[in-house]
Nanobody, 124 residues
Framework: QVQLVESGGGSVQAGGSLRLSCAYT?????MGWFRQAPGKGREGVAA????????YYADSVKGRFTISQDNAKNTLYLEMNSLKPEDTAMYYC????????????????????WGQGTQVTVSS
């Protein structure tokens, strides 16, 4: 059983930055971030292949968000810059033991473990 605990969410104005953290008890093949806005489905934001460092991003966040992993600290990060109001959502950390998340499509079908989520609100 892998436990994930997110932190770092908050409210920021458009153009601002936030860094999300996800503390985990054990890493899996692929780890990443999803988000879900009110009334919308959960979408993949970014993912990283554990131990290899390959990263994957949704087109909507490329060039603005950076995912990283520190296995010595058992922590996953999401650095978010140039935030936009449309980035407003609940952000979830995810651990996938398959290869479905670490691909261009950032599929959630293989995610076995989820964090409780942290809210990010971007005002215009």
């Amino acid at each position: 059983q892998v436990q994930l605990v997110e932190s770092g969410g908050g409210s920021v104005q458009a153009g601002g930055s936030l860094r999300l953290s996800c503390a985990y008890t054990d890493s899996t093949y692929c780890m990443g971030w999803f988000r879900q806005a009110p009334g919308k489905g959960r979408e993949g934001v970014a993912a990283v292949r554990t131990g290899v460092g390959y990263t994957y991003y949704a087109d909507s966040v490329k060039g603005r968000f950076t995912i990283s992993q520190d296995n010595a600290k058992n922590t996953l990060y999401l650095e978010m810059n140039s935030l936009k109001p449309e980035d407003t959502a609940m952000y979830y950390c995810a651990a996938d033991q398959s290869s479905l998340l670490c691909r261009k499509e950032l599929l959630k079908d293989g995610v076995k473990y989820w964090g409780q989520g942290t809210q990010v609100t971007v005002s215009s």
